[in-house]
């Protein structure tokens, strides 16, 4: 088990070094580079040799990069183009924002879907499932850019009950930011938890048709204890790797709705940086899109270890 | 006067078709389940035994529905009860032991828990009292250790043992009746054979009420005082046990009969043409009609009742039972013996071989070695003749399906030397075989819902071999499909047909096309009659005599089931942890003297008669690895002699009738000792 576990984190460790290899190599061979972009038109002679003396390009790339990966080891990840600014101090009120909105997202989301899809499963082909499977059908075939636009169409421009867009600095309190998530979260967390309802609702019925559940219940088992105590266990361990790709995509679906909102998190930087061709800025996201990917998928994979009886014993066989 | 534990008036269970009709899988059924009986209902799958166990205690499957009937325990309706009533009468009144004990119990909860669960909820007694109970019940149903065993989980146990606990958790609500659904299916002939033992204790020790389903004629007669048979969702036969099997009066039962391969009798068993109708196909007449060999045109038009038979205290649906009582035929049964021509050459011959699971490490990779003192199997030498059926027996684990794969190219051996046609050796790697070699061994696996590919039709699963082997294309393509087909009694309608749309028997006929579509010279079959019915399990093995005759095929037959190996092979090898014990013609490996390992296997054979019982002379206890030294079968031999048997590997040692048998016994003394029993 101990040994599992080093080695899964060991693995993860190889999957951000291939990732910062192929971020850095894919921003080295485009043409151009940061200066002649941040420079444009006066990019030439003087000003070219100082943009590159200033930003270090006038090493060779491998020494370039082993610094740039020791930068990131210690958690520099170095300076941005636009406004000369350390990305470490652009970075953090965004990936705080960000965590808010995504947190938020996954708290209200992950308990919705499993109560949804275990009534769904419950009361399988009755009222309930029908109505609930329906409306999870359609949310989840609308992309969220335009449930986010009706949102804003229904509830703050109908309605004004809530600000449509978010205008207030980047570096709010958390509190401050509150109100203003509300429709973000919804608009993220509708297809979401659509997605895992579905799936909890399947994991649920196949549990509840197999051998062991109809023993419990031919040996007398009260309904509830047998949906708490022999089905759920065994129908939600698949489902914890399913919700921990959920949450990576919900990093994906992030991006968009917050430029639809103008929320100032890390989706709305990824876009910016991108037009601006800030490719410091870029790399340090990859890197840190990347790692928050792995590690949720690490954290499944040790939950689902913990949590199977049958994997448990398994390694410690070996 | 008997009473009655439960009364299952006019029953019908059926379904919704998406038609919308309905459609019947149990028809009317009426029986009585009296106190301190054993009744056993036999069928073919679908035959609706499962269901009728289930509706015993009231529970009827999603998506199937009660059309009429009452299932009645002590004057309650248990089909129109609520879950809340139900939950004190199940387990606790009415309790089941499932199919298959290893995916009936929760994988993630202890097996203690699981048994306390059903003491909690059935008895009053307080914590330390349920444990000593636990305890005891463990006991009782003879698991070793018992206080360790509770806190194991499922899947830490073996198959017999699962079964134990899932014999163990119906015990303890006390019922009045255990409802026992194939729960010996799945497991080794011996465990079986002990479970059987132990189920019989119990009835006989607690007084309880059983009803035992099973498509097992041996197992049904080892433990049932009354027989039910159902076919196509009726009760065609209901009787005392020993006028059920040994006097049937239902022309099913008494095919069934024949067609099951017995020890006693060597030849392939008669079998039974056609299978078991759809639901709902038959509107009119008798259910039986098409299979049946007594029928008339009465029995197409009308379909007969139950009729109570007053000498014989057996009630039968059938109008020709008059001409079967007196039909006392059963033991003169007839069967058609074997006789292969063998040719006196070798056509494939393993010597010394040793087959591994050990993974292989990274620098034993590097040199394509494998280090493992202890392999799976070790130091296999046998050589088969051309047009010889040999047979591999042994129970699970034995390693016979793992010799198979190795002969198929599909497993490396780790050492020796498979060599085909004398001196054309196979190599090791599937890869660097000559095609010529691929094409002269097929494959027949044990499930063809598994080995046919469910969205090939027919006509392409067959096509393939003729393409690969010999490149046919277009008409004389689709000539030879139907002319295999043909050879397997398949007609040409059946080429567009995909596997699902087939029965059982069908689709093994399909994979034993495929694997004769490339002229093969040696076939190996695994297994390949176990997950049939036994009416389609003889018609199979019938199927593959003859096409062994026509085109002098060999066969490797791997099976667990010494009857089935006793009717179709020549010779028989018998394994134990994947090591030979003995080897012989068939003719002599069922008679003494035989390694005491063939004793056991010969002791736990169920026969469908209920005044043969089994010999049950050693433990089942589960091996996990063979024993580093000396002899395989060390740890369970009931004549074992001692440190001898423990150190050194046994001497191969010929018996006067020209068996090989490996072990420290002298062949006289074994005589003498098998003789006594």
């Known amino acids: 088990m101990f040994f599992l576990v080093i080695k899964r984190i060991l693995l993860g460790f190889i999957t951000l070094f291939i990732v910062s290899l192929i971020t850095f190599v894919g921003v080295e061979i485009l043409p151009g580079d940061a200066c002649t972009t941040y420079l444009e038109r006066e990019a030439y002679g003087a000003a070219l040799e100082a943009c590159y003396e200033r930003l270090g390009l006038n090493v060779p790339a491998y020494e370039r990069y082993i610094s740039w990966a020791f930068g990131v080891l210690q958690g520099d990840f170095g300076y941005s183009l636009s406004g000369d600014m350390k990305i470490n101090d652009v970075l953090g009120p965004r990936v705080k924002n960000s965590m808010v909105l995504a947190s938020a997202s996954i708290l209200i989301g992950i308990p919705i879907a499993l109560l949804l899809g275990i009534i769904t499963a419950l009361w399988r082909d009755k009222m309930p499932d029908i109505i609930i499977s329906t409306i999870a059908i359609f949310s989840m075939t609308i992309p969220e850019f335009v449930s986010a636009t009706l949102l804003i169409l229904i509830v703050a421009i109908w309605l004004e009950w809530l600000p449509g867009i978010v205008i207030v600095p980047t570096g709010v309190s958390v509190y401050e930011l509150l109100p203003n998530i509300i429709l973000p979260v919804i608009a993220i967390s509708m297809i979401m938890t659509a997605h895992m309802a579905r799936m909890v609702r399947s994991s649920v019925i196949q549990v509840m048709a197999s051998d062991y559940v109809q023993m419990a219940i031919l040996k007398g088992v009260p309904y509830w204890k047998m949906v708490f105590k022999h089905v759920l266990p065994n129908a939600l361990l698949p489902a914890i790797n399913v919700v921990a790709l959920t949450i990576a995509w919900l990093l994906g679906g992030v991006v968009v709705t917050e430029v639809v909102f103008n929320y100032p998190g890390l989706g709305r930087l990824v876009i910016e940086s991108i037009s601006n061709r800030d490719l410091p800025v870029v790399q340090a996201l990859a890197i840190i899109l990347a790692s928050i990917y792995v590690s949720i998928n690490l954290i499944a994979d040790l939950m689902t270890l913990m949590l199977n009886p049958r994997l448990k014993s398994l390694q410690i066989k070996k | ?677």
């Open chain 2, 1 to 677: 006067m008997k009473t009655s534990v439960q009364e299952i008036k006019d029953l019908t269970i059926g379904f919704q078709s998406q038609k919308g009709e309905q459609i019947s899988i149990l028809k009317n059924i009426s029986t009585t389940i009296n106190k301190g009986e054993t009744v056993g209902i036999v069928g073919e799958s679908g035959s609706g035994k499962s269901t009728l166990a289930l509706a015993m205690m009231g529970y009827v499957k999603h998506g199937l529905f009660t059309i009429s009937g009452q299932c009645m325990f002590h004057s309650n309706n248990l089909l129109e009860m609520e879950n809340k009533e139900l939950e004190t009468i199940r387990g606790r009144k009415i309790a089941m032991i499932p199919q298959n004990a290893g995916q009936s119990l929760t994988p993630n909860l202890k097996i203690g828990y699981q048994i306390d669960e059903a003491l909690k909820l059935h008895t009053d007694l307080k914590k330390e009292d349920r444990d000593k109970k636990i305890s005891e019940l463990l006991n009782k149903v003879r698991l070793p250790s018992p206080d360790t065993m509770a806190q194991r989980y499922p899947h830490e146990l073996s198959g017999g043992q699962q079964q134990r606990v899932a014999v163990a958790m119906a015990l303890a609500g006390s019922p009045e009746l255990l409802l026992l659904d194939e729960p010996t299916t799945g497991l080794d002939v011996t465990t079986q054979a002990h479970v059987l033992e132990l189920l019989n204790f119990i009835a006989k020790d607690t007084g309880t009420s059983m009803v035992y389903v099973s498509h097992d004629l041996g197992a049904i007669a080892q433990v049932s005082d009354r027989v039910i048979v159902m076919y196509s969702g009726e009760i065609v036969l209901d009787g005392p046990v020993r006028s059920i099997l040994k006097n049937p009066i239902h022309p099913y039962t008494y095919g069934l009969l024949k067609s099951i391969p017995k020890l006693t009798l060597p030849g392939l068993p008669n079998s039974m043409s056609g299978s078991q109708p759809q639901p709902g196909s038959i509107k009119s007449g008798c259910s039986f009609y098409e299979r049946c060999e007594f029928s008339d045109n009465n029995c197409k038009i009308n379909s007969p009742t139950l009729e109570y038979i007053d000498d014989l205290n057996t009630s039968v649906r059938c109008f020709k039972h008059k001409e079967l009582t007196n039909q006392n035929d059963l033991n003169s049964q007839t069967v058609k013996s074997i006789e292969n021509k063998i040719l006196k050459n070798e056509i494939l011959d393993l010597s010394n071989v040793s087959i591994s699971y050990a993974k292989q490490k990274f620098l034993e990779q590097l040199f394509n070695k494998i280090e493992d003192s202890n392999p799976t199997v070790k130091d296999i030498d046998i050589n088969i003749n051309k047009g010889e059926t040999l047979a591999l027996v042994g129970e699970s684990g034995s390693g016979k399906s793992t010799i198979l794969k190795s002969i198929a190219g599909l497993l490396k051996t780790k050492d020796g030397i498979i060599k085909f046609e004398k001196d054309k050796v196979l190599s090791n790697d599937l890869k660097e075989r000559d095609h010529s070699f691929l094409r002269a061994i097929q494959l027949i696996f044990q499930n063809p819902d598994e080995s046919l590919n469910p969205n090939h039709t027919v006509e392409e699963i067959i096509s393939q071999p003729l393409k690969l082997y010999f490149g046919l294309k277009g008409q004389e393509l689709k000539d030879k499909i139907i002319e295999v087909l043909d050879k397997v009694r398949l007609g040409e309608f059946y080429l567009t047909r995909y596997p699902r749309q087939l029965s059982g028997g069908e689709k093994q006929r399909v994979a034993v096309a495929r694997a004769f579509a490339a002229k093969p010279d040696i076939i190996l079959c695994d297994e390949v009659t176990s997950a049939l019915d036994v009416s389609v399990q003889a018609a199979v093995l019938n199927l593959l005599q003859e096409l062994k005759e026509d085109f002098g095929t060999t066969y490797v037959f791997v099976s667990h089931d010494l009857a089935v190996v006793r009717a179709i092979s020549d010779r028989v090898a018998v394994l134990y942890q994947g090591r030979l014990c003995e080897i012989g013609p068939s003719k002599n490996v069922y008679k003494f003297p035989s390694h005491p390992y063939t004793e056991v296997l010969l002791g736990a054979v169920l026969e469908p008669d209920p005044d043969v019982k089994p010999k049950l002379v050693a433990e089942d206890i589960v091996e996990e690895k063979p024993p580093e030294n000396g002899c395989s079968f060390q740890g369970r031999c009931p004549r074992i002699l001692g440190d001898i048997c423990k150190n050194e590997v046994p001497p191969w040692q010929t018996s006067d009738n020209g068996n090989l048998i490996r072990c420290h016994i002298k062949i006289e003394d074994l005589k003498n000792q098998q003789s006594l029993n």
